[in-house]
């Protein structure tokens, strides 16, 4: 008898999905759905590699900041672009970001080209080695190998050192045989599969740090290898890092109901729909932004003149205005329409608005006037056709 099994008697490798609620199984079906919308829309190369860049980046803070790190969004994006210089006392901040963005983009392209679809011993130590690569660690802390001593972490104790390498392995071996199911619901049981992982590996805390952001990154290599799109991928710990208090409120509460993991399991699948909604509104969004500059080029088709290029320019200078503008202001809009309008009169300005009137690319609304974005909503109710107001 191993001590774990006294000690940390919920560590049982099972999960009886009979005992799940219905909740949560409409949750892994509309996740599942949502991840498969997202994975099958198109995107202008620039705008699908700027989406990745914005959710890498967020998913690299997020999965820091519950740790602690108090960087904005804005300084893990400068990071990640190599735009950010820190001062000494702050650098193992940008470090940490650098070292969770390297071992997501590893992963990332290690399931492109080899598609693994297993767990092993060797990866989690190495993601570890990883996550605390060249930064400050207590002595006996060896990034990327199994403690020789217990650790606490707030009032829980992880498993005992001794039977760590044995419960990972046993962990890995559970995840890659039990875990399978027909293609049609592969990724639904991928994003379970990958937040039962992240369970188990906080319940046994392997190494002496940095167990939550590889018990993440385990999160995040099965959720790709699954299926997940890679911008989605990082929606979990984005939704753990917001809901900090309920995050460790219900890993606590998974171990001291004696093993109940369906309360965290129904906590993140929750969180992980909101954040697939939020990622599908935004793709959307600029989808309709491609759609709507098209339309307008099309409308301006064979149309070259200095006052057609003029006003289309203020056309798609519009569409990326929110809501409606004043006369007034739409001289100053953006330096080249102010560069166009600098010696014109304000008629010009009406002569424009009334010919992008004419061609229905314009309204009047109010004091103001706005671009008619409703115009590419070929199939919605118009009630529904509320994009960009």
């Known amino acids: 008898m191993r001590i774990y099994e006294t000690t940390h008697s919920w560590i049982t490798f099972g999960l009886d999905l009979r005992q799940m609620n219905y909740k949560s199984w409409m949750m892994l079906g ?13 995107l202008l190369p620039r705008v699908a590699d700027e989406l990745h860049k ?3 980046a967020k998913g690299a803070l997020a999965t820091t900041a ?17 735009n950010l210089k820190l001062p000494p006392s702050k650098e193992y901040l940008g470090k ?11 992963i990332g392209n290690k399931i492109l080209h080899d598609k693994p679809t297993n767990l092993s011993i060797d990866d989690i130590k190495h993601y570890n080695q990883m996550i605390l690569k060249n930064l400050p660690v207590e002595e006996d802390v060896i990034p990327g190998e199994i403690r020789k001593h217990d650790v606490v972490v707030g009032r829980y104790k ?8 044995y419960l990972l392995e046993k962990l890995c071996i559970w995840l890659n045989t039990e875990f399978k199911t027909s293609e049609d619901n592969w990724v639904a049981f991928g994003v379970l599969k990958a937040i039962i992982a992240h369970v188990y590996l906080a319940w046994i ?6 167990n939550g952001r590889t ?3 385990i999160e995040f290599q099965i959720l790709l290898s699954s299926g997940v799109p890679s911008t989605a991928a990082h929606l979990l710990s984005n939704h753990y890092n917001q809901t ?12 001291k109901s004696g093993g109940d993991v369906f309360p965290f399991i129904e906590y993140a699948l929750r969180g992980f729909v909101d954040e697939l909604k939020k990622q599908i509104d935004l793709i959307q969004g600029q989808q309709l932004m491609v759609h709507l500059i098209n339309y307008i080029h099309d409308k301006f088709k064979g149309k070259d003149s200095a006052t057609n290029t003029r006003r289309r320019y203020l056309a798609l200078d519009l569409a990326e205005y929110s809501g409606t503008i004043t006369l007034q202001k739409i001289r100053h809009i953006t330096p080249r329409i102010a560069e166009a309008y600098a010696k014109k009169t304000e008629k010009t300005i009406k002569r424009d608005i009334n010919a992008l009137r004419e061609m229905e690319l314009l309204v009047k609304e109010n004091n103001g006037y706005r671009l008619k974005r409703e115009i590419i909503y070929g199939f919605l109710p118009q009630t529904l056709r509320q994009f960009g107001e």
């Open 205 to 210: 805390h392997p190494f002496g740090d940095g």
């Open 244 to 255: 900090r208090t309920e995050y460790y409120r219900h890993l606590d509460l998974s171990h």
């Open 66 to 82: 519950i740790e602690g790190n108090t960087l904005t969004e804005l300084e893990a994006r400068k990071r990640l672009d190599g």
């Open 54 to 56: 914005v959710f890498l």
């Open 158 to 165: 992880g498993a005992p050192p001794e039977d760590c390498d």
């Open 30 to 42: 509309e996740a599942q759905s949502k991840c498969v919308h997202i994975m099958w829309v198109p």
């Open 215 to 217: 018990a993440r990154l």
């Open 96 to 106: 940490e970001i650098d070292n969770v963005v390297e071992a997501c983009n590893e």
